[in-house]
């Protein structure tokens, strides 16, 4: 039977955060396709990061409403994490919960008010905004269904399990025990009593409470662990998986270059020197994702790793990173430096392209998946370690290279490891490729991610009628 026509009207809330936000953007666009009126709420820094998608689906609308009054932990005029690393989390994520009020002012003064909010799982203080709107909150998740088990179960038993130096998951698949210093960031972050502590800890209780979740994952990645959040966190199963989101309408493979920010490079420039390069995956990306900055001694060894390795590369550093004395001159032909943004999607999906060393920030797990590349991780923090065991424990995808944020890899193995690894075709990178198969499979009609986009979309529709 199909729904009357009534308008779907829904506020989308992403998080500042470039990990965060080009996904549920990428829904947000998806959502608008299917006849969903769509809201997106920013601030006015963060506006450029939408410009691409306003462009292109013009009739997506904005809410922007001035960052809030920024606390001490904060600098001056900053409203994104890029701008201040990880560590910038806690005071973002207080900042945001006093935009509740001028949100309740717009909402009671539209004509025709959202019925629903889809907003971070970092915004959990929406949660009870919702409430007191009488509408649902669907918490969009933009990290995977093991590190949101994870990290629930963390926060809910914070104060026996913060002491400890492992943490056991019994109930969780394959009862995992995680040394502390693996654990995310949010939770070793926490301290108690502290009020922007508690603040981040109610935010992800309360997500527990929310009407239904969205995650940017897919059955053959995380299947276990999306059962075990129906069953263990939040006890339903208004939980949809569309991923990966990148793919969502798109049958050839993603095609966007200036996702979450403007490249610094023109896309056409990389895409033409990878053209150049002799074989297919021969050419390793190195990223470390929108937040990472490196040292001067990690970028050394980096370097040096690189540079001794023979093989081909391309990577990628912030624009302040510290470049060695002539290392460009001396891989120029072989080595590509990106200083800045750079079109990873793009970059990754070149057929040049066959190793990616990452950080393993969810996002680029995905990328990298869906680009079928061999993954060598480097967890830093964060959701990285959690990401990093799933692939390279559970889904034999991945090989760790190195670990931590602070630790500066011996340039010496680094080299011999990429120039191995860049020339045989290992197990990891059968099982990468099989992956990617599956990954297109979950977007097409009747895969797994498309069957949850259509049930998502249904569910939403219903409820504007129910409202109507
Ligand atoms: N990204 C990009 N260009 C860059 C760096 C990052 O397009 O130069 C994108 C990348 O493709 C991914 C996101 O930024 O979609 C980073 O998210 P991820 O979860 O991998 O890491 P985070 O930045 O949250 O640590």
Redesign the pocket.
């Known amino acids: 039977m199909s729904l009357p026509n009534t308008n779907t009207h829904i506020l989308v809330f992403p998080y500042p955060?470039?990990?965060?936000m080009?996904a549920l953007l990428d829904l947000a666009h998806q959502l608008s396709l299917q006849g969903i009126t769509i809201t997106i709420l920013i601030t006015p820094k963060n506006l450029p990061i939408l410009q691409p998608l306003l462009t292109k689906n013009p009739l997506i609308q904005t809410l922007i409403l001035p960052f809030p009054s920024h606390h001490p932990s904060i600098p001056d005029g900053v409203e994104n994490v890029?701008d201040i690393g990880n560590k910038g989390n806690i005071g973002i994520i207080n900042a945001l919960v006093q935009l509740s009020d001028p949100i309740t002012q717009w909402f009671k003064s539209h004509p025709d008010p959202p019925i629903a909010i889809i907003s971070d799982l970092f915004l959990g203080s929406t949660q009870q905004l919702a409430t007191q709107l009488g509408i649902p909150r669907i918490m969009f998740s933009?990290v995977g269904a093991f590190l949101v088990c994870v990290l629930t179960y963390l926060i809910q038993h914070v104060h026996e399990l913060y002491p400890l130096d492992e943490v056991s998951f019994p109930h969780l698949p394959k009862s995992p025990v995680i040394t502390r210093a693996h654990l995310p960031s949010v939770f070793l972050r926490y301290r108690e009593g502290d009020p922007l502590s508690e603040t981040v800890k109610d935010g992800f209780i309360a997500n527990t409470s929310s009407w239904g979740t969205i995650f940017n994952t897919f059955d053959d990645v995380e299947g276990v662990y999306l059962e075990s959040f129906k069953k263990v966190v939040v006890g339903h199963e208004r939980v949809w998986a569309v991923g990966p989101i990148e793919l969502l309408g798109c049958s050839n493979g993603p095609a966007a270059t200036d996702?979450?920010?403007v490249?610094s490079v023109s896309a056409v420039d990389v895409l033409s020197w990878l053209d150049q390069c002799s074989d297919a995956s021969s050419v390793v990306y190195v990223?470390f994702?929108?937040?990472?900055l490196l040292t001067r001694g990690q970028m050394e060894a980096l370097a040096k790793g690189l540079e001794e390795s023979g093989v081909q590369f391309i990577i990628?550093v912030k624009s302040e990173t510290f470049i060695p004395e002539g290392f460009e001159d001396r891989v120029a032909g072989r080595g590509f430096v990106?200083k800045?943004?750079?079109?990873?999607?793009s970059i990754l999906s070149h057929r040049a392209v066959g190793g990616f060393l990452?950080?393993c920030?969810?996002?680029?797990?995905l990328?990298g998946i869906v680009a079928g590349v061999m993954l060598f991780a480097w967890p830093m923090e964060?959701d990285q370690f959690i990401n990093a065991r799933l692939l390279v424990h559970d889904m034999g995808v991945a090989v760790k290279v190195c670990e931590g944020v602070d630790t500066v890899p011996d340039s010496a193995e680094l080299a011999c490891f990429l120039r191995e690894s860049m020339s045989e075709k290992g197990v990891e990178k059968v099982r990468a490729m099989e992956l990617r198969d599956k990954a297109f499979g979950a977007v097409k009609e009747g895969g797994s991610s498309m069957n949850d986009l259509n049930s998502l979309v249904k569910e939403l529709r219903a409820l504007s009628v129910q409202k109507a």
């Open positions: 955060a470039q990990g965060h080009i890029k933009s996702r979450g920010g490249s990223c994702g929108s937040q990472v990628v990106i800045g943004w750079a079109p990873q999607v990452t950080h920030g969810w996002n680029s797990v990328e964060a």
